[in-house]
């Protein structure tokens, strides 16, 4: 089955940039999709189809997707962006289809 | 506005069944795909499987297969997930969560269901 790889941790300083792989073979040809989940609540997509944003998701929140890495960029970091980070993506093969999350990446924010 | 709402927490013995569910309001609840998602404690998301309501087309992965049955009854608006017995490793967060197209993103979640399974 598909396996997509997170770094366990990242930490940033407030004001600077976090960016958060996500590894999967050729994920390049695939969409991913990114989640923020903070303690106690539900996941909230922050990127879909590789770069694009929802709406009411600030623009400090990027994506890209090329090769073997899909890569979440937070700019400007708040400590408000402190939280657990998902990518996902739909798997599908000639005898397969359905989702993978990846393994999630928890952002600390010093 | 739409909105999943999901059953309350629930507390089960081992051996024992449960269903919990999943209400869709604010859009055509039978045209989109919904998906249940588990969080075991301090652990990360997992995918369990999707249903299409309007035919009931399932798709479950493969980690899941054979433990757990999803339903759904598009007349009530609601999606289901259930064991017939339960473990104490089925102790878990589950999330059901609206796809925004087939093999899509997440766009609406539910609030979460805790199962708690005692031995």
């Known amino acids: 089955s598909y396996v997509l790889s997170q770094p366990p941790s990242v930490s940033v300083a407030p004001g600077k940039t976090a960016r958060i792989t996500c590894g999967g073979n050729y994920i390049g040809g695939k969409s991913v999709h990114w989640y923020q989940q903070k303690p106690g609540q539900a996941p909230v997509v922050v990127i879909y189809?590789?770069?694009d944003r929802p709406l009411g998701i600030p623009e400090r929140f990027s994506g890209s997707n090329s090769g073997n890495t899909a890569t979440l960029t937070i700019s400007r970091v708040e400590v408000g962006d402190e939280a657990d980070y998902y990518c996902?993506?739909?798997?599908?093969?000639?005898?397969?289809?359905?989702?993978?999350f990846g393994t999630g990446t928890t952002v600390t924010v010093l | 506005e739409i909105q999943l709402v999901q059953s309350g927490a629930e507390v089960k013995k081992s051996g024992e069944s449960l269903k919990i569910s999943c209400q869709g309001s604010?859009?055509?609840?039978?045209?989109?795909?919904v998906g249940w998602v588990r969080q075991m404690p301090g652990k990360g998301l997992e995918w369990m499987g999707i249903?299409?309501?309007?035919?009931?087309?399932?798709i479950y992965s493969p980690s899941f297969q054979g433990q757990v049955t999803i339903s759904a009854d598009k007349s009530v608006s609601t999606a289901y997930l259930q064991w017939s017995s339960l473990k104490a490793s089925d102790t878990a967060m589950y999330f059901c969560a609206r796809m925004y197209g087939s093999g899509s993103y997440s766009d609406y979640w539910g609030q979460g269901t805790l199962v708690t399974v005692s031995s």
């Open positions: 189809y590789d770069t």
């Open positions: 604010g859009y055509s609840f039978a045209t989109y795909w």
């Open positions: 249903i299409y309501p309007d035919d009931s087309d399932v």
């Open positions: 996902q993506v739909w798997d599908r093969t000639s005898d397969h289809r359905g989702y993978v």
